[in-house]
């Protein structure tokens, strides 16, 4: 079997690959191990991520999901901060009938799914991956461009030896809406009995709560979840969770390609530094790769990323290695937000996506001395 590209991964960043280059008339072949597998995951994004992708009408016509105007963050000592969010919304969906429905896209388009893991790989003038298949047969796939896109613990990473993303930890759990169990907000808690370097939430999905915290280290999972459920749901009985750990790739600078072997969404690491957020990320990256194997100049990949979303996640990257892990730091921190100019700052930059290179630092410059003096001398501000 002879494609142009394989992808490896049938996730969002995997089925959206596919999808752009078949947009352009370029053979693909997409993989994935597991058509049955759920992603633990929150599964929320802005709407306003979706129509920058071309997709928001198709996927909210033929998907069930959940919309949310309103976000709830609850400081590590102060009352709780309610914003009503403005010009946007997040959608909820449930990850596998999202990721399902990408796969769906992608083969419309053209794509060959096949469902099977890669287990060996040679590279020469051309890539030639073995694949096995789910009945244990062997095929082999030769390729020009590989993508991988099959997530923080990468296969194509290993066999090809670029180095996995590092990686904080989540452990997660969906449980059945009642009468007691009623949210129509999507919040965050942060401290640090429930949560370290990172924050605790609850999403609201249709029928049921996503609920989840997350830690540097595995071993503080169980005891802050357990924390944080007895904090959140202190007069109902939740015994009968099952509670799933997963990686979420830590943002730093590493290859966005080897040869031509691509690194797409989480098997690079493009989750968005202090608030988490994945799914739009890693369908942006697949889109510039699929740019950038358009025009057969893998150098664009980096240069497309770097002009939209560089600059972002490198402050926001500094920003939450001084901000987390200090409850008082994140308490001040999150207590600013109050003030009106504030949110629509963050509005802006979380929930519609503006693409302004200087929304991040003026964000951060609302902020003052709080971090001033950690970041701002890192770049130029531009009023």
Not at 55 to 68: P, W
Not at 300 to 319: A, C, D, S, T, V
Request: proline fraction near 4%.
């Amino acid at each position: 079997m002879n494609y142009e590209v394989l992808v490896v991964g049938g996730g969002p960043a995997g089925s959206t690959a596919a999808k752009f280059l078949l947009e352009e008339g370029i053979e693909t072949c997409l993989i994935e191990r597991n058509l049955e597998f759920k992603k633990p995951c929150g599964g929320g994004i802005p709407s306003a991520g979706l129509k920058d992708l071309g997709i928001l009408d198709e996927i909210t016509k033929k998907l069930k999901f959940r919309r949310v105007k309103k976000v709830i963050i609850i400081p590590p000592y102060s009352e709780p901060l309610e914003v009503e969010l403005q010009k946007g919304e997040i959608l909820i969906f449930n990850r596998f009938e999202f990721d399902s429905f990408l796969r769906k896209i992608a083969t419309e388009k053209g794509a060959t799914l096949i469902e099977g893991e890669v287990v060996n790989l040679e590279k020469n003038k051309s890539i030639k991956a073995t694949v096995k298949l789910k009945n244990g047969t062997l095929r082999e796939i030769i390729c020009k461009y590989l993508i991988a896109a099959d997530g923080v613990n990468s296969k194509i990473c290993s066999l090809s030896g670029i180095k996995k993303p590092n990686f904080f930890w989540t452990i997660s759990s969906q449980i059945q809406i009642n009468s007691e169990l009623q949210t129509e907000a999507c919040e965050f808690w942060f401290g640090s009995t429930h949560a370290s370097f990172f924050y605790s939430w609850v999403f609201p999905g249709n029928n049921y709560l996503s609920i989840g915290t997350g830690s540097p280290k595995a071993k503080e999972l169980k005891n802050f979840i357990d924390n944080f459920i007895k904090k959140r749901f202190p007069s109902t009985n939740i015994s009968d969770m099952k509670l799933r750990a997963y990686k979420i790739p830590k943002w730093e600078k590493r290859p966005f390609y080897m040869g031509n072997i691509i690194l797409c969404g989480d098997a690079l690491g493009t989750v968005m530094p202090v608030s988490f957020e994945g799914i739009y990320y890693a369908m942006k990256s697949a889109q510039f790769a699929s740019e950038a194997i358009k025009q057969k100049n893998l150098n664009i990949y980096e240069k497309l990323w770097e002009q939209r979303f560089g600059r972002q996640f490198f402050i926001m990257k500094n920003f939450q290695d001084y901000m987390f892990g200090d409850d008082k730091r994140i308490d001040k921190w999150l207590n600013k937000h109050r003030n009106p100019h504030i949110q629509e700052l963050a509005m802006a930059l979380w929930l519609r996506k503006e693409k302004t290179s200087n929304l991040t630092p003026l964000y951060l410059k609302a902020f003052g001395s709080l971090i001033s003096r950690i970041l701002l001398p890192q770049v130029k501000i531009n009023m």
